[in-house]
Every structure is written in C-alpha cells, then in structure tokens.
C-alpha cells in the first residue's frame, strides 16, 4: 500500500472504524513508527475523542435510512471501480451490507465533522496569524518612526556640534586677538615707563640748582636757528633743545659737540618739519666751555668736519 493511502487511513483508525486488511495496514506502519502519520493519528484522536463524547447529542442526519438503502440499490446496479487487491466480496448478507454501509455513511459524517474542527483550527490559526501580522506591522511603524526621531536627533547634534566648533574657533581668535593686544599693551606700557623715566630725569636736571642754562645763537648758516643746554655739573649730564634748524639732504645730520681743550661728540641728531630736537647728553667733560652744532656726512663723525650752525659758551 502507497504511504498516500496509508495516511488516508489514519482519521478511521482513531475513530476505531477500521477492520480487516486496512486496520492491519494502518497498525503495521504505526507500529513501525511514521512521525507523520502519528501526529495525525494525535490531531485526530483529540478531535474524535470530543466527537465521541458529542456524538449521543448530534442527530443523525436526517433521511439517514432512506439514502443508505438508496445508496445500497445503486451500489448493487453499478459496481464502483476498485482496485483488484482491494476487491471485497459484494456477496454479504443484507444485514451486513446494510451494517457496512450504515457504517460508512457514519463513518463519512464524522469525517465530515472532523473537517469541520480541522477547518475551525484552521480558521483559529489564520487569525492568529493575522494578529501576528498586524503586531508586525504595528512594530514596524514604531521602528520606523523611531528611526525617524534617531535621524532627526542625529541631524541636530551634528548642528549642535558645528555650532560649538564654530563658537569654539571664534573663542579661540578671541583669545589670540587679546593676546596679541595684551603684548602691544605690556610694549606701551614699557615704553611709557621709559620714556616717563627720562622725563623723571630731565626734570630733576631742569629743578636741580646746581643745573646752569647755556644759549645757543643760531650762525650764518641759519640765523633764525636757535638752542639751549640745560647742564648738569656734578651729574655731567645735559639736556640739548634746537628750534627752527633747517632741514638736511638726506646724506647729511646735525652733530652736537662739547668743547673743553678739543671738540667730543655728544650724539647726532635730526630735527622735525619745524626744524625742533632734543638731545640728552651724557658723560660731558666737568671742564666743558662750549657746546655746538655742526652738520656732517650721514652716521656723524669722530671730529667736527662742517659748517657750525648753533653754538654757545658758559
Ligand atoms: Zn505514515
């Protein structure tokens, strides 16, 4: 026998509705043991123990006589097609017969039934699925709105942060920018200091009363010229002023000289587009007579070389 029918057996073997060669079948390939056919074999032991138990309740279908005997007077005209093998003998008394048949019908009922209870857990388990499904789909749209607000989120971090690297930047230059005037600022307040000193000095010279004023006339070089040396005895400094010398080519400086047996140096200078300089002199020879000034090549030189332009004595 083909496992097809064998399988087909199983729903009449649970329901004890099989004899014969189809029972041994049925019982020789469970015994040899078919996964498949016992699970059957389990599924509708459960549905025919409950049809068992529903069946003195359920009425027989109506005309259940009537169809049977019909069906007997059919059966007995035209012989159904069956396999050789499986011929059975059509020589059975009535009683028999009707038995058989009644059995049969009974038999096909019930299966019908078991259909039935198939179809309903059937019918349970696509709705179970169906909910399943929409679970999923529901999942889905939370994940993907999810995904959604991550997005999103990313989005404004990665903002945040080009936001903060940009305040940071500009932070940064900030500092560099306030560094930077702090120098200048230290470098002001260095010069400030220098130069406050040096008019710290040159008005203790001017107040001290041992200092001595000597005049300068302009010379024939420059006649309106004029200047003045506020002189320092005991410090052996002095302050120098010009007014109105006239301005130099280029190649050419003004040089200051005091004069004791010979003329010393006492610094180059030049003047202002009013012709005005200051020169602070130091180290000036105690026995100095004379101061003057004279113009000489670019750089000045070790001794006077040039036209005298201002001078004056003690
Ligand atoms: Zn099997």
Request: contains cysteine; aromatic residues 4%.
């Amino acid at each position: 026998m083909r496992h097809e029918e064998l399988e087909e057996l199983i729903p009449a073997y649970a329901l004890g509705a099989l004899d014969g060669e189809d029972l041994r079948a049925a019982e020789a390939h469970l015994q040899a043991g078919c996964p498949r056919c016992e699970r059957l074999l389990q599924e509708c032991s459960g549905v025919a123990d409950h049809l068992t138990e529903s069946l003195p309740d359920v009425p027989l279908p109506p005309r259940l006589k009537e169809r049977v005997l019909e069906r007997i007077e059919q059966e007995g005209r035209v012989e159904a097609p069956v396999p050789p093998s499986r011929r059975r003998p059509w020589l059975l008394p009535w009683g028999l017969a009707i038995g058989a048949t009644a059995a049969a019908s009974l038999l096909f009922w019930n299966g019908l039934t078991l259909r039935q209870a198939l179809e309903r857990e059937r019918a349970g388990k696509v709705e179970e699925q169906q909910t399943l499904a929409q679970d999923i789909r529901r999942l889905q749209d939370q994940l993907a709105r999810r995904e959604v607000d991550v997005t999103r989120l990313q989005a404004k971090l990665n903002e945040e942060e080009t936001r903060l690297q940009e305040q940071k930047r500009e932070a940064a230059e900030t500092v560099r920018n306030l560094q930077v005037q702090l120098q200048r600022g230290k470098a002001l307040l260095a010069s400030l200091q220098g130069r406050l000193a040096g008019q710290e000095a040159i008005i203790r010279v001017i107040e001290d009363p041992q200092s001595r004023v000597v005049t300068l006339g302009g010379l024939k070089p420059a006649p309106e010229a004029s200047g003045k040396v506020i002189w320092h005895p005991v410090q052996q400094t002095a302050l120098f002023y010009a007014h109105r010398l006239p301005a130099l080519p280029s190649d050419k400086i003004y040089q200051l000289w005091t004069i004791t047996e010979r003329p010393v140096s006492g610094g180059i200078f030049a003047v202002d587009h009013l012709g005005n300089a200051s020169v602070r002199m130091t180290a000036i020879p105690r026995q100095v007579k004379t101061f003057a000034v004279t113009i000489e090549p670019a750089g000045g030189l070790p001794q006077p070389s040039g036209a005298i332009y201002l001078a004056g004595s003690l």
